[in-house]
């Protein structure tokens, strides 16, 4: 995703793409007013769904996890940075309802569907 994002976002915003332990997100937007995180997440809705939630205004729906194989998911990472007072002023998560996390799991129709919506609706936010 982070590939169709540059070269495509106004001038001033960075695009980062992080794998490893979630948890190394706040460090990464330390100093940031605004941050936009998508991840994959299981809700129980059906896989490919998107959900947009502003995590600033508080804390993430206890249904939404992190669609994840690390210790602490997004979700957890937003949550101890918010303890730590260490929170964006701004916080969106695009969490993109997962069907199978496996590692080397192609995505699904729906699911390669919805990152083209996230990419649209990301840059529609930051126009």
Known sequence: MAQRLRGRVPSGVEVR???GEPVSLVEAWDGAS???VV???RSGSPPGMLHRIDASTGPLPATLS???T???G???AIELARALGRLPERLVLYGIEAES????AQLTPSVADAVDDAVERLLEELA
């Open 74 to 76: 997004v979700g957890e």
């Open 39 to 41: 991840d994959a997440v």
């Open 101 to 104: 996390i496996a590692a080397g």
């Open 17 to 19: 793409e992080l794998e």
């Open 66 to 68: 992190a669609a994840s």
């Open 70 to 72: 690390h210790t602490l």
């Open 34 to 36: 605004e941050v936009f």
